[in-house]
């Protein structure tokens, strides 16, 4: 059987969009099957502040970070992650001769969410509760959609956006789509290409990079991860319970990205 690898690429600097482009070619050629997620947090942070709507990032009671999503909000994010940056990775990818295929969530129904209105928050040591927020828990993939495309041929590019059960667009966590789909496809490895080398015990100390974790593990590793490090953490945990065979957190700053990461460098949790 061909292996299925799910390749999440970061957004934040330093993420080499071209050279991990590049290696998708290699490993396609070498016969796997992939599925690409994009994130686009920075992006869509530089379109909201040049058009006057800058994001409100908020706080959970459990210490993960999010960005307030009002529908302006959404309509920023849809702009800046759906519309440029899926559209000019896909673009990469033909130029290489790659036929990727662009979708977000919503389209065809392939990550169906369960909104989350109304969000609670910690600001300035006290909880509060914000409402109209467009962002979502995914339930369901739409995993025959992605067979069919995968036997057709295509490589799925996947914006981080999912469909509410009324058919509403909302915004969802990157890392824990790509975790979504490597559980639904029970994929061979989760990649998660970012802008550190790992998981670091001691951040940002980079020789500090935690090699190998097992899944009872994890729970330490929530603990050593800050910030958005947590989501990567989760959503490692997702993938593995649902079926995915091991994640890898990986550079994506570094020559040939997705091979460098296969070849073991990186977190490894299996
Ligand atoms: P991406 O855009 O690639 O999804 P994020 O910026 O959302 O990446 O999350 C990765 C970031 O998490 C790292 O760049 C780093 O700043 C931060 N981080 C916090 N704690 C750790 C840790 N223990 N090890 C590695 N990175 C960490």
């Known amino acids: 059987m061909k292996k299925t690898t799910i390749i999440k690429l970061g957004g934040a600097e330093g993420v080499d969009f071209s050279a991990i482009c590049q290696d998708v ?24 502040e040049s058009t006057g709507h800058p994001p409100r990032f ?48 919503l389209d065809g129904q392939l990550l169906v ?42 490589t799925p590019v996947v914006a981080p956006m999912a469909v509410s059960h009324k058919g509403e667009a909302l ?3 990157a890392d824990r789509a790509a975790a979504t789909i490597a559980a639904s496809l029970h994929a061979d490895i989760l990649l998660l290409l970012t802008a550190v080398p790992g998981l670091l015990r001691d951040f940002p100390d980079e020789s500090s990079l935690i090699t190998h974790l097992s899944r009872s593990q ?26 995915a065979g091991k994640v890898i957190i990986a550079d994506g700053r570094v020559e040939k990205p997705i091979s460098n990461a296969l070849a073991g460098h990186g977190t490894v949790i299996a």
């Not at 109209?132 to 495309?149: A, H, P, R, S």
């Open 25 to 48: 070619t290699t490993l396609l050629e070498a016969g796997q099957r992939l599925v690409l997620v994009h994130g686009g947090s920075a992006e869509a942070t530089a379109l909201g």
């Open 113 to 154: 969410a369960k909104r989350k209105s109304a969000i609670r928050i910690v600001e300035n040591g006290k909880r509060k509760i914000l409402r109209d927020d467009y962002t979502g828990k995914i339930e369901q993939v739409n995993t025959e959609l992605l067979t069919t495309l995968l036997k057709g041929g295509y």
């Open 58 to 105: 908020v706080t959970s009671p459990s210490g993960f970070t999010s960005r307030y999503t009002d529908h302006q909000t959404l309509e920023v994010f849809a702009m800046a992650v759906n519309g440029k940056i899926n559209t000019l990775l896909v673009e990469q990818l033909q130029q290489l001769g790659v036929n990727a295929l662009g979708l977000s969530g």
């Open 171 to 173: 915004n969802v966590d």
């Open 218 to 243: 994890l729970e330490d590793a929530f603990q050593i991860a800050q910030g958005r490090m947590k989501k990567k953490v989760l959503g490692a945990q997702e993938a593995l319970e649902g079926g």
